[in-house]
């Protein structure tokens, strides 16, 4: 006896009665948050061209829903400090941040934007660290970074809003969850019997 044909059967009707799906208002919105994350379009330097190409096709940073580059600040929640900051960039640095919405999140990209990069010491016109400038909420080392370390940075946001609460408890709002990096670049020298510095890795056996 032939089984009926597969497009015979309803489409929505009669999948569903059974299944239920809970969650809180808090959940849901973190979760429609951290996947529609809009960066700003903003580079100012040589770092920017590691920020393009995670736009690209080969990187396709569209995956975890951040690729709608807004070219307002008003319109995006995550600016990306891509390149050298300058003490006369760092004024617009610091009003773009301020006309962004809350809530809204800070990478900076760079050794240039985390520390100062090679203008540290001798660099008069360099502001050493952007954190002197706008609060930074992830730091993404490298000169300059893969853009496989600046999609590690966004996913760290993304953990950053899915740990935001909203609720209170006795009228007190609860702290939110920040997270905790799932590896810190340490080795284990538990039973090592020559001990390990910590930019040192065990290798072969």
Same mark, same amino acid.
């Given at each position: 006896?032939?089984?009926?044909?597969?497009?015979?059967?309803?489409?929505?009707?009669?999948? *569903? #009665? #059974?299944?239920?799906?809970?969650?809180?208002?808090?959940?849901?919105?973190?979760? @429609?948050?951290?996947?529609?994350?809009? =960066?700003?379009?903003?580079?100012?330097?040589?770092?920017? %061209?590691?920020?393009?190409?995670?736009?690209?096709?080969?990187?396709?940073?569209?995956?975890?829903?951040?690729? $709608?580059?807004?070219?307002? =600040?008003?319109? $995006?929640? +995550?600016? /990306?400090?891509?390149?050298?900051?300058?003490?006369?960039?760092?004024?617009?640095?610091?009003?773009?941040?301020?006309?962004? =919405?809350?809530?809204?999140?800070? %990478?900076?990209?760079? $050794?240039?934007?985390? @520390? !100062?990069?090679?203008?540290?010491?001798?660099?008069?016109?360099?502001?050493? !660290?952007?954190?002197?400038?706008?609060?930074?909420?992830?730091?993404?080392? @490298?000169?300059?970074?893969?853009? #496989?370390?600046? +999609? #590690?940075? +966004?996913?760290? /946001?993304?953990?950053?809003?899915? @740990?935001?609460? %909203?609720?209170?408890?006795?009228?007190?709002?609860?702290?939110?969850?920040? =997270?905790?990096?799932?590896?810190? !670049? *340490?080795?284990?020298?538990?039973?090592?019997?020559?001990? +390990?510095?910590?930019?040192?890795?065990?290798?072969?056996?």
């Amino acid at each position: 006896m032939s089984q009926p044909h597969e497009m015979s059967k309803p489409w929505i009707e009669g999948r *569903f #009665e #059974e299944n239920v799906i809970t969650t809180t208002i808090e959940q849901a919105i973190n979760w @429609g948050q951290q996947a529609s994350i809009w =960066p700003m379009t903003f580079g100012l330097a040589c770092c920017a %061209i590691e920020m393009m190409a995670v736009g690209a096709s080969r990187f396709d940073i569209d995956r975890f829903g951040a690729g $709608a580059f807004r070219a307002s =600040p008003r319109q $995006a929640d +995550l600016m /990306i400090v891509a390149g050298t900051v300058t003490y006369k960039m760092a004024s617009r640095v610091r009003r773009l941040y301020n006309m962004m =919405p809350d809530p809204k999140y800070v %990478i900076a990209m760079g $050794a240039c934007t985390v @520390g !100062g990069g090679p203008y540290f010491k001798y660099g008069y016109h360099v502001v050493k !660290g952007v954190d002197l400038v706008v609060p930074v909420d992830v730091y993404v080392p @490298g000169c300059p970074p893969r853009p #496989e370390a600046l +999609l #590690e940075g +966004l996913m760290r /946001i993304q953990d950053k809003i899915r @740990g935001h609460r %909203i609720n209170r408890r006795d009228g007190v709002r609860v702290d939110d969850e920040l =997270p905790v990096p799932h590896h810190s !670049g *340490f080795v284990e020298t538990t039973g090592a019997e020559n001990p +390990l510095t910590s930019h040192q890795k065990l290798t072969g056996k």
